[in-house]
């Protein structure tokens, strides 16, 4: 009897840290709202949960345009993403957001600068929340 009590309680823990585990960290969760628009130093981001990853593939600058180029490449939580806000901050301060389907392909264009660059991505999920899972420079590379 006094093993059946331990087992469950073990069972019970083991549940409660297993499902701790799927969630994310407190306070995890981004507002794409409280991103300063004039910084070019990336922040902290989120790993989206193994059942909710989606994969967003930054490409180089383009070397003679400058542009840069965003593609969804999909992923297990791609059912779950309900819209991806895309945004780029130019070294010349300039700020354009654009929001990327969560089709397998689909892709976006920005303008860049022949600079330092700076794009985030932020992902909403069925569940209500948003996440900044991409939060990065883009340098600008001469071919050579």
Same mark, same amino acid.
């Given at each position: /009897?006094? &093993?059946?009590?331990?087992?469950? /309680?073990?069972?019970?823990? !083991? ?7 799927? $969630? !994310?960290?407190?306070? =995890? ?6 991103? =300063? ?19 967003? $593939? ?10 840069? =180029? ?19 901050? @130019?070294?010349?301060? $300039?700020?354009?957001?654009?929001? &990327? ?23 909403? &999920? ?9 939060? $990065? &420079?883009?340098?600008? @590379?001469? @071919?050579?």
């Amino acid at each position: /009897m006094r &093993l059946l009590s331990l087992l469950c /309680m073990m069972l019970l823990i !083991s549940g409660v840290a297993i499902c701790g585990c799927t $969630q !994310s960290p407190a306070g =995890s969760a981004q507002s794409p709202q409280g991103t =300063s628009r004039t910084g070019m130093i990336p922040g902290p981001t989120v790993t989206l949960p193994p059942e909710h990853a989606v994969e967003i $593939q930054i490409n180089e600058k383009d070397p003679i345009y400058a542009t840069i =180029s965003v593609i969804f490449a999909g992923g297990k939580g791609q059912v779950m993403v309900t819209d991806i806000l895309v945004r780029v901050t @130019r070294s010349d301060g $300039q700020v354009t957001e654009k929001h &990327l389907e969560a089709v397998k392909g689909a892709e976006l264009k920005f303008d860049g600068t022949k600079e330092d660059d700076r794009i985030e991505a932020f992902v909403s &999920l069925t569940n209500g929340n948003t996440y900044k899972v991409i939060d $990065q &420079l883009v340098p600008y @590379r001469t @071919r050579g």
